[in-house]
């Protein structure tokens, strides 16, 4: 089973962080501050072709990502990281706060999504709960993607993973409490202290979760969980 970045962190030291910016000034402004607050930064990028060679290199754990990149742009770039590797985490770190923007950086997988107004220790504060698995957005937009959730969910989807087959995998009552949780847009963190557990548990359980309904990621969850009504118990 592959670790979580947390456990990651816990085992071989710091978390390892990538910067994509097409702007250089901020970009090396960035990878540095999070580097002199402990962070390994293991790599940087200027455009969206080089982020994605450059991410399957370096392997980090969390993907610093802004949107508009020359080359491929940053959601293309999120899809293909995330897909080569369902275990990196991407934050992305946008001058855009437009609500079309925010969804379409979620549904291509973002875990998070921060304006670059943002102060060097909320940046900082995002990285490390983005490596943890938490969800973490510029205040007002959570709402805005859980609402998303919502509406997707409304919509005509095909059958889930697994729905209508005898062989359908069932959940533990702890697993479907913690997917209750996660569909009312709950961080891990307050999973954590709602169920009185550890942070490293609620990971366990959401990606175990993930492995018996085969989804991806949290984007995908949720809608499964909206989607049975899970979100309203």
Not at 86 to 106: F, K, M, Q
Request: hydrophobic share 40%; glycine share 10%; aromatic share 4%.
């Amino acid at each position: 089973m592959t670790d979580t970045a947390a456990e990651r962190g816990a085992d071989r030291g710091p978390v390892r962080v990538m910067v994509v910016d097409d702007h250089p000034m901020w970009r090396d402004a960035v990878a540095r501050d999070l580097s002199e607050s402990g962070f390994e930064v293991v790599a940087t990028a200027g455009d969206g072709d080089q982020a994605v060679r450059r991410a399957k290199a370096a392997a980090p754990d969390v993907l610093v990502l802004d949107l508009n990149l020359p080359g491929r742009p940053g959601v293309q770039v999120c899809k293909e990281v995330v897909a080569a590797n369902p275990a990196l985490r991407v934050l992305v770190l946008s001058a855009s706060g437009e609500h079309a923007d925010v969804l379409e950086a979620v549904k291509s997988g973002a875990t998070g999504y921060l304006l670059k107004s943002a102060s060097t220790e909320e940046l900082q504060d995002a990285v490390r709960r983005t490596a943890a698995g938490d969800p973490v957005f510029t205040p007002g937009l959570a709402g805005l993607v859980l609402g998303e959730y919502r509406r997707l969910a409304s919509e005509p989807a095909g059958p889930a993973p697994g729905d209508g087959d005898a062989g359908t995998p069932r959940l533990t009552e702890r697993e479907t409490e913690v997917l209750r949780l996660v569909a009312k847009g709950l961080s891990y963190k307050q999973i954590a202290e709602r169920l009185v557990i550890s942070h490293r548990t609620v990971q366990n359980h959401v990606q175990n979760t993930l492995g018996k309904l085969q989804l991806h990621n949290r984007v995908e969850l949720v809608r499964y969980a909206i989607e049975r009504g899970l979100d309203d118990e």
